[in-house]
């Protein structure tokens, strides 16, 4: 079972910020939060993770809690693009790490 | 960026026959790919983890004599699902994780299966 927890459903309108977030209270010190997301019927695409500094890249910034207990997604300026399922996971990567994927917040950006 | 490629992306068969799915990955080396199975408006579930040159691991209540696993080099992997029933109808997606070691996993666009 997934060790993390989203709201199933979010709203944002077009153009504004997304803010994404994920409790994951269980997460051990050698643990990554990772985030995918999931476009309809294709596979998921990665996104950013991070071990306990907040890290941005091209797509989006990620926000973790000092305790490392939660973490935020933020997808800077939302696109009818982004409407997507949000996957947020803890996992310790290495050489043969497997994701167990949750029920994910399905974010829909309005135009 | 890392790439993973799947074929096919759809796949209609009738009950009884076999289905191969391949997994690639494009542009770096694999030894570990990881294969996940969707029904609809369900999560991802994994169904086994894809060792090159090994045996493959499966996930409980998978079962390896039906769905088949292979690993043989370090950029492909390949599930085929024998004698498939409509209960088998799935997206089945699969994922390896890139060539630095803590990198991240990329996943296939997925196979969309429908057994009639």
């Known amino acids: 079972d997934a060790k993390t927890t989203q709201p199933p459903s979010m709203d944002c309108a077009e153009g504004r910020a997304a803010n994404l977030p994920c409790n994951h209270s269980t997460i051990s010190g050698n643990e990554y939060v990772y985030w995918y997301r999931q476009i309809h019927s294709q596979g998921p695409q990665y996104i950013i993770h991070g071990l306990k500094n907040n890290e941005t890249n091209e797509m989006a910034s990620l926000i973790i809690t000092e305790d490392r207990k939660s973490s935020t997604l933020i997808l800077p300026h939302a696109t009818l693009r982004d409407t997507a399922v949000y996957y947020c996971?803890?996992?310790?990567?290495?050489?043969?790490?497997?994701?167990?994927f949750g029920k994910g917040t399905l974010l829909t950006v309005n135009p | 960026g890392a790439v993973v490629s799947q074929h096919p992306s759809r796949v209609i068969c009738k009950s009884g026959t076999s289905v191969k799915i391949e997994c690639r990955s494009l542009d770096f080396q694999a030894t570990t790919m990881f294969w996940y199975r969707q029904f609809p408006k369900q999560s991802l579930m994994l169904m086994a983890t894809s060792n090159e040159g090994s045996k493959a691991t499966y996930e409980q209540g998978v079962e390896k004599d039906k769905f088949l696993i292979n690993h043989a080099s370090l950029t492909l992997s390949t599930l085929t699902v024998t004698s498939a029933h409509p209960e088998d109808s799935s997206f089945y997606i699969c994922?390896?994780?890139?060539?630095?070691?803590?990198?991240?996993?990329?996943f296939g666009n997925g196979t969309r299966l429908t057994v009639t």
């Open positions: 994922s390896a994780e890139g060539r630095e070691s803590g990198s991240p996993l990329h």
């Open positions: 996971i803890d996992c310790a990567g290495g050489s043969n790490y497997k994701l167990t």
